[in-house]
Nanobody, 126 residues
Framework: VQLQASGGGLVQSGDSLRLSCVAS????????TGWFRQAPGKEREFVSA????????FYADSVKGRFTISRDNANNTTYLQMNNLKPEDRAIYYC????????????????????WGQGTQVTVSS
């Protein structure tokens, strides 16, 4: 499975951006797609995730109410709509995908994901 993330950029505080993550390859084996971010000097952190089959969504508390994750199964694409961006949202955003497993997974953990995209930079100026 290959993941291609795009949509990052430089915006001002309060602006919006939409990130896209296109998956290719063995799509049928996927369970979910997640977005993580990593700011300079910090660990990679969970942002949001969505399951492919039922569309269940998960969000970090820091982005609830501002970010919305969605998917387009026909085009194998996951989106992250980011509204009311803040300077603390500045980071490299990575999309990741987890394989379907016969047991529940914790989508908040980086270790649960099997494939990672290359990252897209989001910069928010105050």
């Amino acid at each position: 499975v290959q993941l291609q993330a795009s949509g990052g950029g430089l915006v001002q505080s309060g602006d919006s951006l939409r990130l896209s993550c296109v998956a290719s390859g063995r799509i049928r084996s996927l369970h979910s797609t997640g977005w993580f971010r990593q700011a300079p000097g910090k660990e990679r952190e969970f942002v949001s995730a969505i399951t492919w089959r039922y569309g269940s969504t998960f969000y970090a508390d820091s982005v609830k109410g501002r970010f919305t994750i969605s998917r387009d199964n026909a085009n194998n694409t996951t989106y992250l709509q980011m509204n009311n961006l803040k300077p603390e949202d500045r980071a490299i955003y990575y999309c990741a995908a987890s394989l379907d497993r016969p047991y529940s997974v914790n989508l908040y953990r980086t270790s649960e994901y099997d494939y990672w995209g290359q990252g897209t930079q989001v910069t928010v100026s105050s």
